[in-house]
């Protein structure tokens, strides 16, 4: 994720990488927040997503006058409205990359001259994280979602494939902080 908040005149641009438990997000009144989640395998090469993991941001240097430095140039500050047009230009510029294998990879293929290891070396440098705790993520999301929407916690062990409710219970503790009936009870989350 590309993050930037305003407060006034100050200004800062985050570089995020993948979380792998339930954090806690401060937002300090008087600040504005925007960002941009960037597609699975998207990436700056010059800031690994793995070094980014678990809220260990990358702040990208501002000017003065408002610009941001990236690859030792200045670049214009985007605006909720024009952030796209920001990605589109460090795209054409070679500083976001996309590695196309990682859809393939995270669902369990791959290239056959590819081994089994190098792609998961290749899932990891372009995603941060291994594809197996990709998958506990989206298996907890899954579950939040249905917790949420009021299902009861055994048909959402069945259906989020969890072995029984204790593990379910792990599992959501983690992935956002909150018990089953918590989310049950309409406890609000913020999707991960």
């Not at 501002?62 to 796209?84: C, K, Y």
């Amino acid at each position: 994720m590309i993050a930037f908040a305003r407060a006034g005149d100050r200004l800062t641009v985050h570089l995020r990488g993948p979380e792998t438990k339930a954090t806690q997000h401060i937002c300090p009144e008087g600040w504005e927040f925007f960002g941009v989640e960037l597609r699975l395998g998207a990436h700056l090469p010059q800031f690994p997503p793995s070094s980014l993991a678990d809220l260990n941001d990358a702040l990208l240097p501002t000017l003065s006058s408002g610009r941001i430095v990236l690859d030792n140039r200045d670049w214009e500050m985007p605006t909720a409205q024009n952030v796209d047009v920001f990605v589109c230009r460090l795209v054409r510029a070679g500083l976001l990359v996309f590695d196309p294998l990682v859809d393939e990879i995270r669902h369990g293929e791959r290239p056959r001259a590819m081994s089994e290891r190098t792609a998961q070396l290749r899932f990891r440098r372009a995603v941060g994280i291994s594809r197996r705790k990709l998958a506990s993520i989206d298996q907890a999301k899954h579950a939040a979602q249905l917790l949420a929407a009021g299902v009861s916690i055994a048909d959402v062990v069945t259906a989020a494939g969890y072995y029984d409710q204790p593990q379910l219970a792990r599992a959501m503790r983690w992935a956002t902080g909150h018990t089953p009936g918590e989310l049950r009870s309409g406890t609000p989350w913020v999707a991960f």
